[in-house]
């Protein structure tokens, strides 16, 4: 286990927004929930765990932006490119909006089967299935 990541923790900006968006998709991939609180909420899969906390007040004055320093995206393993196909589909009935959908579902590249979409605080996610050999 040495050097597996144990757990990622991540505040957002709404709580509820976060847990709503988040507790389908991980839950989908195969996490259970793990921890609540009144602040926060974790999903865990094996020994790895997802935080979501509120932001306090005083730190939401300015917004997460990937493209700033820090943590660009979080990107998931599928067993397949139909469960990549039915994630695309939930998403789009939830109006999530498909981010690169001009090259979607290939805009890894020929060989990278993915959906890549945001968050409700714009943070990337990306869930990709196995290369074919």
Known sequence: MQGMIHHIELYVSDLR???RFWGWLLEELGYSVYQKWEQGQSWKLG???LVFVQTEE???EIPYHRKRVGLNHLAFHVSSRDKVDEITEKLSKQKVKILYQDKHPYAGGENYYAVFFED???MKVE???PTKP
Request: aromatic share 14%.
């Open 47 to 49: 020994e790895t765990y």
């Open 17 to 19: 927004k976060s847990v």
């Open 120 to 122: 409700p605080d714009r």
């Open 58 to 60: 005083r730190f939401l």
């Open 127 to 129: 869930v990709v299935a």
